[in-house]
């Protein structure tokens, strides 16, 4: 597997808060993807890298900012954090377009 | 918007059984993925079926995909205490795209 590593792993914060989740590969995949895994609606896509600098909007992507700096590195931000933004975050990268994607272990955010 | 569907949304058979997964899909597709989730971790990749392709084989995972049908099943056979876990069809809509669309999962209990 992918070497996915993602911080914080569990994060409570309040309402209006600014939050930022980082997600670090160390296999040099090209793309990268933000996730949020809810009850009842499996894994919806935030955003999405297709290269260092290159962002795009998933399905989800109000009230969420991407950035990717590095090809290792891509952070997800809340600006505001508001209850309906506690979910669970997963990270995922792939190597090739529309290939096989590999997961990082997740992080739980709660907001207050 | 979701996808794929998967059906049953909970199955439970006996340690040894075969399982049997499906997926219902809306539009033309790239691929289908399936992936597995065991319970508080990230996703893992299990077989990728290409649109111009009808079936294929990991290990005791069996996919097959009907494009006419826009479905696809996941068998597992000879189950295992450790095949406990949610389920994940995913498509890769049209050609050109790199983003997964994933269906809510099918929870899968086997008992021992």
């Known amino acids: 597997d992918a070497g996915i590593t993602q911080s914080p792993r569990h994060k409570v914060t309040e309402t209006g808060t600014p939050v930022t989740l980082r997600c670090h590969q160390t296999e040099n995949h090209r793309y990268m993807y933000w996730y949020r895994q809810d009850p009842g609606h499996g894994l919806r896509l935030i955003h999405y890298s297709y290269g260092v600098k290159d962002t795009d909007k998933g399905e989800v992507s109000d009230g969420y900012s991407v950035s990717r700096s590095k090809t290792e590195d891509f952070l997800l931000t809340l600006e505001s954090a508001t209850s309906s933004q506690t979910s669970v975050y997963f990270c995922?990268?792939?190597?090739?377009?529309?290939?096989?994607?590999?997961f990082g272990p997740g992080t739980r955010l709660t907001v207050l | 918007s979701q996808q794929g569907e998967e059906d049953p949304q909970a199955l439970s058979i006996q340690e040894g059984e075969n399982a049997t997964m499906n997926c219902s899909y809306k539009?033309?597709?790239?691929?289908l993925q399936w992936y597995r989730q065991n319970s508080g971790r990230g996703l893992v990749h299990l077989i990728l079926i290409r649109s111009n392709e009808r079936e294929k084989h990991s290990g005791r995972l069996r996919v097959t995909l009907d494009t006419s049908k826009k479905s696809s099943s996941l068998l597992i056979t000879a189950s295992r205490a450790a095949d406990t876990a949610s389920y994940f069809c995913?498509?890769?809509?049209?050609?050109?795209?790199?983003?997964?669309?994933f269906g809510t999962g099918t929870r899968l209990t086997i008992i021992p």
């Open positions: 995913a498509t890769v809509a049209g050609f050109g795209n790199e983003k997964l669309t």
């Open positions: 995922a990268t792939s190597q090739h377009r529309a290939d096989t994607q590999y």
């Open positions: 539009t033309s597709i790239n691929n």
